[in-house]
């Protein structure tokens, strides 16, 4: 095993880095306010060619693997944008970029990844559904046949950066559970435009991730053509499993980010903050020990990360340890967030010092994009061997 990065692996870390911290926290701070798109951001992560770094060359990407951008993922988060920033990588290389190159037909390809690449084009991906959640099989939107097309009817929730897509991956039945061999079957992924006729959205006010809103997507007979169709028609879930377990793994490295900022935050207050005769409080273990446990369940993750996507690169089962990844790293997550606020008291507590609006954000990932519970029976069932209790 090598735990060593290659040259071509450093240099493409400093370059993630020196782009995370020209966006540094008050970037951040700002836009969350204001509840704003990171645009700019984007635009600069795009021009360093950090977008297309798993894309293939031929459509303007690097050619490289998912281990590539987990490290840039986790630079780039630590620089000041914190777990929010990962959700841009999932929303375009990933739901945009890894269903197109790996599913999609030569002409999806032309089409759609070198904008993708540039930053010119952007996704989201319909999924999650009110009364389906987690199991995706319980997935109620429905495309009836209708010609050589389709026509659309149903209802997504949580679905992330809906104003600003230009194309919205949509998971949908076309057949119905009852009419299929197995549950797996029957679903398909389409490809439209989410200002298509038909197709409308409302806004959800949250609690964090403000920078990227989150909506309630409606569908009304909306027409889809056969040349929509990503992957194989009835036949989207094997597609849908890789887009879902390689988000595992961005997501994993934002929250890597987001430990080493939040843990970086902390100690530079606490060694600056004096009380009870002079010494600095990061000197006392009561707060040494909780930010010290945080960093060391992250490494932890970190690696679990890393072996997920070395896998993955190798064509390699990896949905295991990115489902495992995953899950120790929100905990750490909630841990170095909680307790670097609490190391710095009531300033902690204040916007300007960033710590609070990175616990906001890192908090959604307690449950999302898959909750604690069921990567936990996920373990349980297919690493363990444990009957499925659900």
Known sequence: MEFRLSEDQRLLVETARKVGERFGPEY???????????????????????????????????????????????????GGAGSTLAQMFMLNPIFGGVSIARFGTPEQKQALLPGLVRGEITFCMALTEPDAGTNSLEVRSFARREGDGWRLNGRKVWITAVPQAKKM??????????EVQRRTQGITLFLIEPDRAGVSHSAIDKLGTNTLPSSSVFFDEVRIGPEDVVGQVDEGWPALLEVLNTERIVTTAGLVGTVELAIRQAVNYAQGRKVFGGKPIAAYQGLQFPLAQAHALSEAARLLNHKAAALCDLGEPYGSAANQAKLLAAQAAAQA?????QTMGGMGYAKEFDV????????????????EEMVL??????????????
């Open 28 to 78: 951040w701070r700002d836009l969350d306010a204001r509840k704003a798109y990171p645009a700019e951001a984007w635009a600069a992560i795009c021009e360093a060619g950090l977008c297309g770094i798993a894309l293939p060359e031929a459509y303007g990407g690097s050619g490289l693997g998912m281990l590539e951008m987990a490290l840039a993922v986790e630079a780039l988060t630590a």
């Open 169 to 178: 991956l949509v998971v949908a039945r076309t057949r119905k559970v009852e």
């Open 377 to 390: 029976n996920y373990i349980a069932v297919h690493d363990l061997g444990m009957p499925r209790g659900y």
């Open 356 to 371: 609070e609006r990175l616990w906001r954000d890192a908090r959604l990932f307690r449950f999302a994009p898959v909750s």
């Open 337 to 341: 967030t909680e307790r670097a606020m």
